[in-house]
Each structure stands twice: as structure tokens, then as C-alpha cells.
Nanobody, 128 residues
Framework: QVQLVESGGGLVQAGGSLRLSCAASGRTASSYAMGWFRQAPGKERETVAAISWSGGNTYYADSVKGRFTISRDNAKNTVYLQMNSLQPEDTAVYYC?????????????????????WGQGTQVTVSS
């Protein structure tokens, strides 16, 4: 089992920045690909960004490309989401997720069903 805890959410004005962190604990000796997802009120959860275990491959939703950056520090068992130029439409609960990797450390996963473990979420609110 892996436990994921997100932090770094909060209230920010449009144009501002936040950095989310997701700390993994438990059976972290295994390799995990990681992803960030978000769910706005009344909307379905959507993929924001994802990163391979190696950190060499990433994915971004079109809506966040050029503004958000996903990264990871495997020594700290932590994945980050740097969010710049935030807009009101970025307001949502942000979740991190982990998928155990068996073979390919370079693989990136973008669909919810591909992930095995989820954090409890952190609220990001962007005011206009």
C-alpha cells in the first residue's frame, strides 16, 4: 500500500502561482508513475499532468500547457506541480495519484483507471 498526501493548495489571485506537493509513504520502494488530476464543482475529474517514474517523460493537458510543470524527487518520494499564471478556471480540488510500474520506467499514464492509489485532494481557489 502507498499513502499519498497532497499539500500546497490555497487561495490565490488570478495570475498568481502555487506549488502543490504530493508526498508518498508506505511501500515506496516500488516504482510508481505519478499523475495530477483535478475536479471542479459540477464537473468530472480531469487529468492535469503526469510523469514517468524516471521523470524523463511528462504529459500535460492542453489547458495547462506552458503554465504548469510537473516534477518529482524520487529520493524524497515526492511529486510536485508548479502552477503559474493561474486563472479562475483552474479552481478545483487537485488530486495526486500513483501507479505501480512493473516494466517501463519511462511510461506515462493519463487515464484515471490506470492509477492504483489516490490522495485525499487539496483545494485550489483562484479569484478573479
Amino acid at each position: 500500500q502507498v499513502q499519498l498526501v497532497e499539500s500546497g493548495g490555497g487561495l490565490v489571485q488570478a495570475g498568481g502561482s502555487l506549488r502543490l506537493s504530493c508526498a508518498a509513504s508506505g511501500r515506496t520502494a516500488s516504482s510508481y508513475a505519478m499523475g495530477w488530476f483535478r475536479q471542479a464543482p459540477g464537473k468530472e475529474r480531469e487529468t492535469v499532468a503526469a510523469i514517468s517514474w524516471s521523470g524523463g517523460n511528462t504529459y500535460y493537458a492542453d489547458s495547462v500547457k506552458g503554465r504548469f510543470t510537473i516534477s518529482r524527487d524520487n529520493a524524497k518520494n515526492t511529486v510536485y506541480l508548479q502552477m503559474n499564471s493561474l486563472q479562475p478556471e483552474d479552481t478545483a480540488v487537485y488530486y495526486c495519484a500513483a501507479r505501480k510500474i512493473l516494466y517501463d520506467s519511462r511510461a506515462v499514464y493519463t487515464a484515471e483507471y490506470q492509477y492504483d492509489y489516490w490522495g485525499q485532494g487539496t483545494q485550489v481557489t483562484v479569484s478573479s
